[in-house]
């Protein structure tokens, strides 16, 4: 699920943690999750910021693939037995060939991104606020690569779009489509989504269960 926030930056522009934390604890005290009481009714049972989808916003803002780190993770075999097994593969990268070459995976995604942070598949998935790039400024750029992906793709990911400035949310769930999320509610707009400070729009990934 992705959250797209109003954030205010008059005071100080925020860091992503801040941001993720922001969410986390909206989400929290509105009943995202619930575990407790005889009857439990918010839509997850458990939810973390990143998750399994760490790094997803990084992968948009710097055009990274999946096919791309399994290319890479290709390139380090050099057994030819290897490859030709890694070939037949179809259930993706094992991970024990993560856990193989997780200091050159982790160095490829720092060259790839200009960032310090770890490859996505090396990330702790259970961390509670996530990593630096699980919340994101919402720029021309990350906005122009996310519809350009995005336009056609179907997918059970839900969005919430929560708007902290006018104390409003709208919960939008898997019947609708992607392409119909971006052009009802991230239409680009340089005055009101990005540049104006008290209505900074930020992206965060959330990974929950149901």
Same mark, same amino acid.
């Given at each position: 699920m992705i959250v797209l926030s109003s954030q205010d930056e008059t005071r100080e522009s925020l860091d992503p943690t801040d941001v993720s934390h922001s969410v986390y604890e909206w989400l929290s005290e509105e009943g995202?999750?619930?575990q407790g009481g005889r009857w439990a009714c918010g839509p997850s049972? *458990?939810? =973390? =910021?990143g #998750?399994?989808? $760490? #790094?997803?916003l990084s992968k948009f803002k710097y055009k990274v693939t999946y096919e791309d780190s399994k290319e890479f993770i290709r390139s380090c075999l050099v057994n030819k037995k290897d490859k030709e097994d890694f070939d037949k593969n179809t259930w993706g =990268? $094992? $991970? &024990?060939?993560i856990d193989q070459y997780k200091p050159q995976l982790n160095e *490829? *995604?720092?060259d790839k991104t200009g960032t310090v942070l770890e490859h996505p598949w090396c990330r702790d998935t259970y961390r509670q606020i996530g990593y630096g790039d699980d919340s994101m400024r919402l720029t021309k750029d990350l906005f122009d690569n996310i519809k350009g992906d995005l336009e056609s793709y179907q997918s059970e990911d839900s969005w919430i779009c929560l708007d902290h400035y006018a104390n409003e949310h709208d919960y939008l769930d898997d019947s609708v489509e992607l392409k119909d999320i971006i052009d009802r509610n991230?239409?680009? &707009?340089e005055d009101d989504v990005h540049q104006t400070k008290h209505n900074v729009k *930020?992206?965060?990934v959330i990974d929950y269960h149901n």
């Amino acid at each position: 699920m992705i959250v797209l926030s109003s954030q205010d930056e008059t005071r100080e522009s925020l860091d992503p943690t801040d941001v993720s934390h922001s969410v986390y604890e909206w989400l929290s005290e509105e009943g995202f999750a619930n575990q407790g009481g005889r009857w439990a009714c918010g839509p997850s049972d *458990w939810f =973390v =910021v990143g #998750g399994r989808w $760490s #790094g997803e916003l990084s992968k948009f803002k710097y055009k990274v693939t999946y096919e791309d780190s399994k290319e890479f993770i290709r390139s380090c075999l050099v057994n030819k037995k290897d490859k030709e097994d890694f070939d037949k593969n179809t259930w993706g =990268v $094992s $991970s &024990n060939l993560i856990d193989q070459y997780k200091p050159q995976l982790n160095e *490829w *995604w720092k060259d790839k991104t200009g960032t310090v942070l770890e490859h996505p598949w090396c990330r702790d998935t259970y961390r509670q606020i996530g990593y630096g790039d699980d919340s994101m400024r919402l720029t021309k750029d990350l906005f122009d690569n996310i519809k350009g992906d995005l336009e056609s793709y179907q997918s059970e990911d839900s969005w919430i779009c929560l708007d902290h400035y006018a104390n409003e949310h709208d919960y939008l769930d898997d019947s609708v489509e992607l392409k119909d999320i971006i052009d009802r509610n991230m239409i680009y &707009n340089e005055d009101d989504v990005h540049q104006t400070k008290h209505n900074v729009k *930020w992206l965060t990934v959330i990974d929950y269960h149901n």
